[in-house]
């Protein structure tokens, strides 16, 4: 077969840096959303949505078949800490965690991943990003170090 073909969906998650609550504001937040979606848009990692809350974000996108997981993050991070930072000095501090969670999302889960990251508001009356975190990894099977993962 000539023609290379992928489709995989991550769904991305990362914390302000030490979970700082910068994103408070709806307007800047649903501005840096659209920031993110547009960065995606031009590295050929379409986002199909982008959400959050005042200390962390979500997003649902396409990994293009030529580009890593990593490469992907350290885009959007940099391109949007750029961004925030321009939003007026209350943003002069502003850093994203050093980490991240990527996890694959199947096809037939894109419906109810989507609700979720839609949600967040709601879904983050009760509980944590260091909760929401510890649970996403228990669902992927994935084992942290609490000592190394949160900054």
Not at 13 to 27: D, G, I, N
Not at 84 to 92: A, C, D, E, L, M
Not at 124 to 130: A, D, F, G, I
């Amino acid at each position: 077969m000539a023609q290379s073909l992928a489709k995989i969906l991550l769904h991305i998650v990362y914390s302000t840096k030490e979970r700082a609550p910068y994103l408070k504001s709806k307007s800047v937040r649903d501005e840096l959303f659209s920031y993110a979606a547009g960065t995606l848009k031009n590295i050929h990692c379409p986002a199909l949505i982008v959400g959050g809350v005042e200390d962390h974000l979500h997003i649902l996108c396409l990994l293009s078949r030529t580009m890593t997981v990593a490469k992907l993050i350290e885009n959007i991070k940099t391109s949007t800490s750029k961004w925030i930072k321009t939003q007026g000095p209350n943003y002069r501090d502003f850093y994203w965690q050093g980490g991240y969670g990527a996890f694959s999302v199947s096809e037939s889960q894109k419906p109810r991943v989507t609700r979720y990251i839609e949600r967040q508001e709601e879904h983050h009356r009760s509980w944590t990003y260091q909760d929401e975190y510890r649970e996403l990894c228990a669902k992927h099977e994935i084992e942290i170090d609490e000592r190394h993962v949160w900054d």
